[in-house]
């Protein structure tokens, strides 16, 4: 149920940079391990030479019923031999959007930053799965987890790139974008 | 940031009843205890002589802008001298909920069961503060703590009665009813 990313200095995910996009960074470690378990302790304080974030599979908190559709029609999952390159990107937003309504978020996600209309087109290239993890005490709101080819990691950039150019965007107060690569 | 209710030999409420409405009940204890702090260490289990249940507050998840400011504008606070009556209503909803999509949740909440407009009337008497523990491993997916004076106990309890009988309630698969008095 609960998904732990470890940096340290062991792990199935080689490290290759971990990039401040906004607020605190992470400390750079030489390697990543994705943990399942059906348990976590909190808090989960990182150190100088490793951390761990966790996070839960949840529902689906903006998604209407026919971009569920449109989703689960395109996309791929985790696990795909030739995804040897990944990313994990923990994101924080602000007070501000956390006190905006329903209605007032889903306008801004959606109507004006096209979260899900934007993204479709890098689907299947592009896996991608969200953690959530702003109820657990983590210093991150969510846990995106991405794995591609190599051929796309350009792709990758282009998305990632789209994303922060978004209205959406502006309410992100902390974020890390950390690139992998599978061990052997 | 974490709210932790507590059932066992004693705290500052004392508890009256117990009450199973669905699925699996709680153990029966002598008093309650509302416990506030940073951290919670999971999973929380349940023995058979106490038991602890952990949320969080966190941000609204249904709640349009009007409905806020109606709801700020009617609603009392937690704390009142006069409410010396309470109670804690665990509930966990089904799979088949959680597999439903904002935009259908939100129509069966609202649109069909009223779960807002509906319960407006019985502010401020009734006080109330909605914990999530969804996403913490706890057996129920939210908490909710009511507040009120003994002459509003019939008013609690048409409350509680109009809401088993929506759409929404029939996604609850586990209800557990507690109520308890302030010890003096």
Known sequence: MFTTFRGGQSGGWKVTSVARIKGETLPKVAALS???????????????????????????????TAEKEQLAAAQAGLGRPEATHAALIPIRKSAEWWELTQDERRKIFEDKSQHIAGTVKYL???????????????????????????EHVPLFDELVGMLRATEEWAYVEREVDVRVIRED
């Open 124 to 150: 299947p290239a592009i896996a991608r799965q969200l953690y959530h993890s702003r109820d657990l005490g983590v210093p991150f709101d969510f846990l995106t987890w991405f794995e591609f080819s190599p």
């Open 34 to 64: 994705v943990i399942a378990s059906e348990a976590i302790a909190l808090p989960l304080l990182p150190s100088q030479t490793s951390w761990r974030l966790a996070g839960v599979l949840s529902h689906l908190r903006y998604t209407e």
